[in-house]
RNA sequence: GCCUCGGUAGCUCAGUUGGAUAGAGCAACGGUUUUCUAAACCGUGGGUCAGGGGUUCGAAUCCCUUCCGGGGUACCA
């Protein structure tokens, strides 16, 4: 409908002798209760016509309808010019544009970009987060190639350092031999139970440590630490404030502390014994219902404890905080973790030992992520793994600080100075020579630039890294690269759960392949129940369940934008009605099921009418390649879910007006109702592939 | 402390470059099936768009500020 815009510039060079700019011209969808197709928001040309916003709207309401064949009424509210457009405009578009076998398609911009995701650790198996992360990279990778691009997907794999030391450690001492093949665990869960484990007797090791150095006062531990003094005077510190904290003793205003009830009296019991944290009590007092208090005398009490919490909060959290330091320091000085680093140093060497069982433990780790990848529907052009890249970038820092935009500290270390752009200094090197995160990022990403030399290169990954990013992107910028400024970090908000974040150790982690087991299960138990396929054959019954049980989780995942963090709760399982996959995906088996009782053949026609509900599939349908657009620039599959539910919730609206479609006469009405079913059927499958599920025919 | 991202119905989420009376789904309640798949459709109730101030003809949207929550914060990756 561009043309409303030239048309509407023309009117007002014709009324008021002004050229104006298209971005004067606000042109939106007019509300459904108003009579037209277009509404010409008026207001910001009354400063051109110098009248009244109602007269404005009419006289251009006017011109229009006299010059524009295509538009055939308006009518005014307020400031808003609504225009009835022709119906033969919209089948004329429908017609040739969007039943065209093209329609939809972008050709190719002969631009390339790169898509890196996933990106997991090899020393656990994934999660609902990792899930969140392949989903998002593996649809935006589909929508831009979808818009045009080449498009190089990635996986850039985390198989070396600390941690993966520890599964091989941990496996060393007290694997027995265990193998997948043995135990018959998936590689992946075999290899994060001996992390887990040695996460385990670290902490017994860093606790009985903790005890010996606090009631015997042993500091042999600390011999090699780099600030012995200074730990030391945190323990003497530590104790003290320990002390402090059993003669401190909550004198709160009784009277006041009455107001709250018995239950606040039992919180503060609780946190004297040392069996809730103080911090902890100020929220339970937030919980208590107190109705019979105004607002005010609310505020005030609340005001009151905080008052009298205040030093046990803080003396709470600087003994926390003390306790936080010294177990870091103490663990860094375990037999444990001074063999893994002894490990580490090794497999940098090339020991034949450990780079052999490096090897093996991590083709079991594979040989799991396959499973899951693959269960996923999500896959890969190239892989990357930082065992081969960890020792790129030092040549970008030899090269930063020759064009000065490094700087060496007396220690050797390596700095860039981005104070100026509102950011910190940042170590780029460490002192003895040895890399930090960064760069290694900097240097591969010079190398995959090299690789593939694209145009646009896209880094999903959660935003707890945003700062990483900036500061990398920056970096590259100010070493002058050219390719820099088409980075972009597509950020994601973390996945929640109903009492906040997923937490290994409280084991509130939610495993992607028990995920992904359990949605296939709760749609073979849903599906069954409504007793649509008892007459598949098996197999089709196991990929249609598949199919479903994906298309609810992946939609539930994708249909929030992406910087968004999002809750999940297992308790619940995902919903298969209303606003989800499951019921895209029904609309799509719907009208397959009715095209193939038609004998349908698409051919374009006139109908002699068009319903209200008809004409509104057309404008929508019409929407599709738009909304790829949107998408694609947005990196955000979500506007593209909400579009293809959009379209399924109108096409259940128009089955259900229309009179039976199959019953109809042959004829022109007949076809074009069968064309909007089949073109809705066609977007729906090709949005719904974009996101990576699968419309069956049948469910 | 500083930086950053969020806060929209009981719950989960939409809401375009600032535009009309802020929309869906779930949950609740009521209705629709002799007729193309009821995972559907129609209806009812439900809102201080976190609070306050400002810019504007017009603010959920932009600016300032306060509160709440997440994340980050110089040698972990």
């Not at 459904?32 to 040309?45: D, M």
């Amino acid at each position: 409908m561009n043309f409303i815009i030239t048309e509407t510039q023309q009117a007002i060079l014709e009324l008021y002798k002004e050229e104006v700019a298209e971005s004067v011209i606000n042109i939106q969808e007019t509300r459904k209760e108003f009579e037209g197709q277009a509404t010409i928001v008026v207001f910001p040309i009354t400063k051109i016509s110098k009248k009244s916003p109602e007269q404005t709207a009419t006289e251009i309401g006017e011109y229009l309808v006299a010059h524009v064949e295509d538009i055939t009424k308006f009518n005014v509210v307020k400031g808003f010019l609504n225009l009835s457009i022709a119906e033969s405009y919209f089948l004329k578009q429908f017609n040739e544009e969007v039943l065209a076998p093209d329609f939809g398609l972008y050709p190719s911009n002969g631009k390339k970009v790169m898509v890196e995701y996933s990106s997991p650790n090899t020393n656990k198996p994934l999660h609902l987060g990792h899930v969140r992360n392949n989903l998002l990279g593996y649809s935006v990778s589909e929508l831009l190639k979808a818009y045009g691009y080449d498009v190089v997907k990635v996986n850039l794999v985390n198989d070396r350092g600390i941690h993966i030391c520890k599964s091989m450690l941990a496996w060393q001492e007290w694997g027995n031999g265990e193998t997948p093949e043995n135990t018959g665990l998936k590689g992946d869960k075999l290899v994060g139970n001996y992390y887990v484990l040695f996460e385990k007797k670290l902490k017994e090791e860093v606790s009985n440590i903790f005890e010996n150095v606090i009631v015997k006062n042993d500091y042999d531990i600390f011999f090699n630490s780099k600030d012995k003094e200074s730990i030391i005077s945190k323990i003497i510190k530590y104790k003290e404030l320990e002390l402090k904290k059993g003669t401190l003793n909550f004198n709160a205003d009784k009277n006041s502390l009455e107001d709250f009830g018995f239950r606040a009296e039992i919180f503060v019991e609780e946190a004297t014994d040392g069996n809730k944290l103080w911090k902890n009590v100020s929220k339970c007092f937030d919980e208590i219902e107190y109705a019979h208090f105004s607002d005010k005398q609310k505020e005030k009490n609340k005001r009151d404890i905080d008052y009298f919490l205040k030093p046990f909060i803080d003396l709470e959290e600087a003994i926390l905080k003390l306790k936080e330091d010294i177990t870091d320091e103490i663990k860094s000085q375990t037999f444990l973790m001074k063999k893994a680093q002894q490990m580490l140093l090794k497999w940098e060497q090339g020991d034949e030992e450990v780079v052999s069982l490096w090897k093996t433990m991590n083709e079991w780790v594979y040989a799991g992520f396959n499973i899951t990848y693959k269960n996923l529907g999500v896959d890969f052009d190239k892989f990357y793994y930082e065992s081969n890249t960890y020792l790129l970038g030092k040549g970008t820092v030899d090269e930063g600080l020759a064009k000065g935009v490094f700087f060496k500290k007396e220690d050797g270390s390596v700095w860039i100075d981005l104070t100026a752009d509102g950011l910190d200094q940042k170590l780029v090197l460490r002192a003895d020579g040895t890399s930090v995160y960064i760069t290694q990022d900097l240097g591969t990403a010079e190398m995959k630039h090299d690789d593939f030399n694209m145009d646009e290169s896209i880094y999903v990954v959660g935003n707890e890294q945003d700062y990483h990013f900036k500061v990398l992107f920056l970096i590259l910028e100010k070493l002058g690269k050219s390719w820099a400024k088409g980075l972009y970090h597509l950020s994601y908000g973390m996945v929640d759960l109903p009492n906040g974040k997923m937490k290994s150790r409280e084991g509130t982690v939610v495993d992607a392949d028990e995920l992904i087991e359990s949605m296939v299960t709760t749609a073979r138990e849903k599906t069954e129940e409504l007793g649509k396929t008892n007459d598949f054959p098996q197999e089709d019954k196991d990929e249609l369940y598949k199919n479903i049980g994906l298309g609810a989780l992946k939609y539930f995942l994708l249909k929030v934008e992406p910087k968004k963090r999002l809750l999940f709760n297992p308790a619940e399982s995902i919903d298969f009605q209303g606003n989800t996959g499951p019921f895209i995906q029904y609309t799509h088996a719907r009208i397959k099921s009715l095209l193939a009782k038609a004998n349908y053949e698409l051919t374009a026609t006139k109908p002699a009418e068009i319903l209200p509900v008809e004409l509104e599939m057309m404008l929508l349908l019409a929407k599709y390649p738009g909304e790829i657009a949107i998408a694609a620039k947005a990196y955000s599959p979500a506007s593209l879910a909400n579009y293809l539910y959009e379209l399924a919730k109108l096409f259940n609206k128009f089955y259900h007006e229309v009179p039976h479609i199959l019953k109809m006469e042959e004829g022109a009405e007949k076809q074009f109702r069968l064309n909007l079913c089949k073109k809705t059927a066609d977007i729906i499958y090709a949005g719904m592939l974009i996101l990576g599920i699968t419309s069956p025919e049948r469910m």
